[in-house]
Nanobody, 119 residues
Framework: QVQLVESGGGSVQAGDSLRLSCTVS????????LGWFRQAPGKERESVAS????????AYADSVKGRFTISKDIRKNTVYLQMNSLKPEDTAVYSC????????????WGQGTQVIVSS
């Protein structure tokens, strides 16, 4: 089993920054990638950013490119999502999830953390 715990959400003003953390524990040795996702009220969940477990490759949604940065602290088994220049449309519940080697889907999810951006 793998456990994921997110933290760092909150309420901010447009233009502010937040850093989300996702700490992974448990059987993490076959994880291939970690992704951050978000879901706004009344909308489908969307992928925000992802990083391979070795930290060598990242990917971003077009809507956050240039504003969000995903990174990984190998020693802490923690992945960060640095969010700068936040916009009201970034308001959502942000969740992290991991994908294992040989598996296409993200199989383990955190509980989510709320981000609210006011104009």
């Amino acid at each position: 089993q793998v456990q994921l715990v997110e933290s760092g959400g909150g309420s901010v003003q447009a233009g502010d920054s937040l850093r989300l953390s996702c700490t992974v524990s448990g059987r993490a040795f076959r994880i291939s990638a970690l992704g951050w996702f978000r879901q706004a009220p009344g909308k489908e969940r969307e992928s925000v950013a992802s990083i391979t477990w070795n930290g060598r490759a990242t990917a971003y949604a077009d809507s956050v490119k240039g504003r969000f940065t995903i990174s990984k602290d190998i020693r802490k088994n923690t992945v960060y999502l640095q969010m700068n220049s936040l916009k009201p449309e970034d308001t959502a519940v942000y969740s992290c999830a991991v994908r294992h080697l040989g598996v296409d889907e993200y199989g383990y999810w955190g509980q989510g953390t709320q981000v609210i951006v006011s104009s």
